[in-house]
């Protein structure tokens, strides 16, 4: 168990539709990363969020939007689905700035289905 | 933009055999990291080096960081079953605002 948590773990909705996707940090952990994973291909970086601020954007959608509340949790949300947003979206954090470490721990994410 | 190339990208492997993979990127990296993922989890991290030549084991799994700082290996030694799953390795830069810059994934799978 990484220590964080995201929810739900499963979600099928329609095209058009909007969802938010939620992820709990480690205990202690200031920073929270979003990734995307389609079937059988790798981690694409969306954005990622430190203290409540955007840190960097990679590869995220004009559709989609993030945030990070000041109990640093954050969601993802998306909107104006299409068939291929269906995909794994795993949030990691990591505990930046402490000494200079850059292990990243996931959580179990958040498999979408848009049918 | 930087680049980490993984290979190979899948491996069909026998019971007990060690398996070899590597990463090599276009620019300095002074972090390599190691992860396995299995089917529908999170990646899991099994490495981690920070010194330029650092040799580092974890049970049967042993990683090296290049000595170009360019590259990293992760060797499995008389693999398994539940070594099935992809391996990903992922690198920062300097003042890169920890981010991290993955590889592609080796997909391990046992022969039957």
């Known amino acids: 168990d990484s220590g964080v948590t995201q929810t739900p773990k499963h979600l099928i909705t329609a095209t058009g539709q909007r969802v938010t996707l939620r992820c709990s940090p480690r205990?202690?952990?200031?920073?929270v990363y979003w990734y995307q994973q389609s079937l059988d291909q790798g981690l694409q970086f969306l954005i990622q969020?430190?203290?409540?601020?955007?840190?960097a954007k990679g590869n995220i959608l004009e559709r989609f939007s993030a945030q990070q509340f000041p109990d640093l949790h954050s969601e993802l949300n998306l909107s104006s689905l299409e068939l291929g947003d269906s995909a794994l979206y795993f949030c990691?954090?990591?505990?930046?700035?402490?000494?200079?470490?850059?292990?990243?721990?996931f959580g179990p994410g958040t498999r979408l289905t848009v049918l | 933009g930087q680049q980490l190339n993984q290979s190979p990208q899948s491996m069909f492997i026998q019971e007990g055999e060690d398996v070899s993979m590597n990463c090599t990127s276009s620019s300095i990296f002074n972090t390599w990291l190691w992860y396995k993922q299995d089917p529908g989890e999170g990646p899991v991290l099994l490495i981690a080096l920070y010194k330029a030549g650092e040799l580092t084991s974890n049970g049967r799994l042993t990683a090296q960081f290049g000595i170009t700082r360019k590259d990293s290996f992760l060797n499995i030694s008389a693999s398994i079953p539940s070594d099935v799953g992809i391996y990903f390795c992922a690198g920062s830069v300097m003042d890169s605002n920890y981010q991290l810059i993955w590889g592609a994934g080796t997909k391990l799978i046992i022969k039957p």
């Open positions: 990691a954090s990591n505990r930046e700035g402490t000494s200079g470490y850059n292990e990243q721990f």
């Open positions: 969020y430190y203290n409540g601020e955007e840190r």
């Open positions: 205990s202690g952990d200031l920073s």
